[in-house]
């Protein structure tokens, strides 16, 4: 059955990171792999709304981990991508190859 | 290691999500502060950047409720979504209920948004005005240790006169109390280019520390430094940013560019930031060229310095007048008699008086925005009284009156937010007709008056007390009753005797506070037809007037003014449509010289015995070009007025009645100044009528005190280095300017005819003070007397509305309209009566200290009173009657089934 929606460009990308980073996949190393990676700068407000509505979407859960002598004492966000999201990723990089068959010279870098 | 702002820490805490969510953000932005700290970078601002920005976008969601995220898929560890963000949470529940229930009841709310935003509105446009004038004062560092020194002289009936050079020298040089001091004088500056024709700005002249002693450095080049002023310094120039930019088009090589003033040539060496114009309004900057060879008691200066730290005005006024005494006993023949003044720098160029009629302005505003409130706070008693079985029940539910008084006084935040809104909107509109009512007033280069961020922040904080003001009583009242009362009384519909009261006091502070508001605005009114409408004793119709100033270094001698002067009138009388051409010193109704005068043959025991009157220089034609009357002996004759004929004057009417009464003023012989004066007697050849002398000063203010009592001096007896010309012509006056102004160019292509009008401008703009706050009082009145009148309406209006059933059965019972209408009439005249009896009291209170607007008017003038008093007892009636008529039709069987 086809999906109803597909993900956005930045949803992806969060998606990813989060991947990328594994143990790591806490809220400041997320969007530091964004600006690496990705080249993507994107405000904090921009950036934890994006995680609520993947939430919202089932495609990623999260824990906490407490800490202390660090961060004033407030706990950090695991994040970890769901069966779900991983789907939804999977579709969005299928649906990528398809569309860009054929391309690699117009796209190739000169 | 730093920490992050609580503040900052605080807002977050308040608007992120609650629970872990919201901590888990926190923690993220705290670790990234700790990174940037360890890295020396800059924290503070970041943080806050970041903690409005999140704080912003989480409030906006909640708001359109977009959270995304409801209770469910909160953290399972988290304690709920409500810890944290509870108070912003409930705060934006009250205003979305708020404004509910505004868009429930459209009139009302407008009635209200509009109520506010004329209160408002007029508040913020006056502060404006008076920040812009009073409050803010020059960009100039530490301005308040800016003083000015000056001399007066009560014989000489002489008030703030400058001091002479070798009197400042001697300040300079014995002085403790200032870090330096500096002179300055003002003249105007002919300022020709090849090209274009010369024009007349304003210049002061400045010893070469007054530039660098206001603090401000210049834009371009640089300002002059000691020693660039005296007889041998080079000529150098410092231009404004208006000549920079209107003059040379913002040339950026104008330093060290050569141009021409009076006749000379200066180098430009800088150029100031825009807006700067010290001391007053001038243009341009340049250095004097006084030295130690200027007679004691000869040029004179303003003179400047800047406080030394630790010393007082008052310790410096003692230290001047003390050095002002030896100088005095040393150089009896010309310091007799006069004293030092040191005062603050803008109180010298700021008259009190335009202060005190700011702050009282202000004073009236705030009495508008009272109205306004009342009216606003009633409106809202209103509703409030219809929702008393809503708040009952919600009462009665549980809900805690903290709770329910919030919410009613959200509804007036929000009413006064947008009412706040449009008063921003119309404050601007009214700051720019205002300015435009001004452009062509000379004031004080700092005067700028803009809707700016003091502004906008003082209109938002009247704004949020005038809700919170208006919505208090009403919504701690509306909540405080009790449930069963409540019910009770919706169910029986009897008198709302428990919120009336109030109202009442409420209305007649309004009816009160509009009278005498009211009453202030018609005193100045009829001032303003007084002025516009009196004969002054002479036509200002059809008469062109303009000014010119003849530079010594141009005409040395006085035979050379004189005779360019002749030609000048020669040739415009040759011009089509010239009827007569004269030249004075002052314009009639716009003000004169003072002059002292002894009559031949007379002796005066003491200085002071010598009476003081007004005076001014004319020639020949005066009396023709502006049709006033000689009543006996003559006027000058035109050959009167070349240089080596017998000094003549003529006086008016009301000298000679006073000084002349027991016998035949023509003939007599009277001499300017006192005994020692170098002036020759003058034999007194007419009698003029009397016209109103004006003021130059003060837009107008205080010119209905100045006296009739005159002295006109030909030309060839005392002439004038700056004169007006006056052309009586057939036709519009203005239609000839430029001939006038290209007459005199022929004759001299250095010197510009300038303030080139009609003599009706002239007038006007010499009494603009009038016009301007006689405008600004009866727009403050008539809005006063607007919002009083729907007030007293909405009340008796509400009133009747809530005893219909009371009136029903008074009907049953056999009443007839007549007696109703009777019962309603009496309630509201009741109150009409109360505020306009306090009102007039207010007013003539209020009235005294408005002395010097009004003129030719008392401050009590009954005609004033009566009328107000019955303007305001008219339209009270109408707005009582109104409703009143509306019970009479009740229909009683309605009113009795009605719940």
Known sequence: MAPKSFLGEFEQMVLLSILQKGDQAYGVEIRRELAESAGRTVTRGAFYTTLDRLESKDLLTWTTKSVKGWRGGHPQRHFTVTRKGIEQLRRSRDAFERLSRGLDDVLAET | MPTPPRLADALLSRTLPGGLRGRTILGDLRQEFDDRARADKPVWVWYWVLALELSGRYTLRRILRRDGVSARTASPRGRGNNSGGDGMGQFITDLRYGLRMILRTPLLSAAA???????????????????????????????????????????????????????????????????????????????????????????????????????????LGRGFVPGEDGPDADRLVVLSHGVWHGRFAGDPEILGRGVRLDGESYAVIGVMPEGFGFPFSHDLWITHRLGLNAARGGSTLDVLGRLREGVTVRAASEEVAAINDRLRERFPETNADWNTVVMPFVDRFMPSVITNILVLMLGAVFGVLLIASANVANLLLARATLRGREVAVRTAMGASRRRIVRQLLSESVVLGLMGGVLGLALAWVGVVVFNAALVDIERPYWIDIRIDAVAMAFTFLVTLVAAVVAGTVPAVKASGTGV???????????????????????????????????????????????????????????????????????????????????????QLRAESGVQAVTFASYLPGMGADRWAFGTEGQTYATRSDYPQVNGSVITSAFFETFEIPIIRGRAFDSTEDAWDGEPLAIVSRSLADRFFSDRDVLGERIKLGRDDSPFPYMRIVGVAADVHTGSDDLGGLGSDEVSSEQIYVNQAVLDRIGSRVAIRTAGAPVALAPRARAVLQGLDPNLPLFEVMSMETALAQANW??????????????????????????????????????????????????????????????????????????????????????????????????AIVATLGLTGLVATLVPALRATRVDPNAALRSD
């Open chain 2, 769 to 866: 003070a009038f016009g301007l706050f006689g405008s600004l009082f009866t727009i403050f009145g008539i809005a006063a007397l607007f919002l009083a009148t729907v007030g007293l309406y909405g009340v008796i209006a509400f009133s009747v509305g809530r005893r219909r059933r009371e009136m029903g059965v008074r009907m049953a019972l056999g009443a007839r309209a007549n007696d109703i209408l009777g019962l309603v009439l009496r309630g509201g005249t009741r109150q009409l009566l109360l505020g306009m009896l306090l009102g007039v009291g207010l007013g003539a209170a209020l009235s005294q200290p408005m002395g010097m607007l009004l003129f030719d008017v008392e401050a009590t003038d009954p005609i004033i009173y009566l």
């Open chain 2, 113 to 219: 948004i509009l109520t506010i935003g004329l209160g408002v509105g007029l508040t913020s446009h006056t502060f404006s005005v008076v920040y812009g004038s009073v409050i803010r004062g020059p960009d100039i560092p530490a301005v308040d240790r800016l003083m000015v020194i000056n001399r007066n002289n009560p014989v000489r009936n002489s008030i703030l006169s400058s001091v002479p050079y070798l009197d400042f020298l001697d300040l300079q040089a014995q002085q403790t109390s200032f870090e330096e001091l500096g002179g300055f004088y003002f003249t105007s500056v002919n300022l020709a280019g090849e090209e274009t024709p010369p024009e007349s700005y304003a210049g002061a002249v400045l010893s070469a520390n007054v530039l660098s002693m206001t603090g401000v450095r210049p834009i």
């Open chain 2, 484 to 570: 069963a009362a409540i019910l009770k009384d919706e169910s029986r519909g009897s008198s709302s005797l428990r919120l009336g009261r109030f109202s009442s006091s409420l209305v007649v502070t309004e009816v009160a506070v509009s009278c005498a508001l009211l009453i202030m605005s018609g005193l100045m009114v009829k001032g303003v037809v007084t002025l516009r409408t009196m004969d002054m004793g002479f036509s200002a119709e059809n008469v062109l007037v303009g000014s010119f100033v003849l530079k010594r270094s141009d005409y040395p001698e006085a035979a050379d003014r004189g005779n360019i002067m002749v030609e000048f009138e020669r």
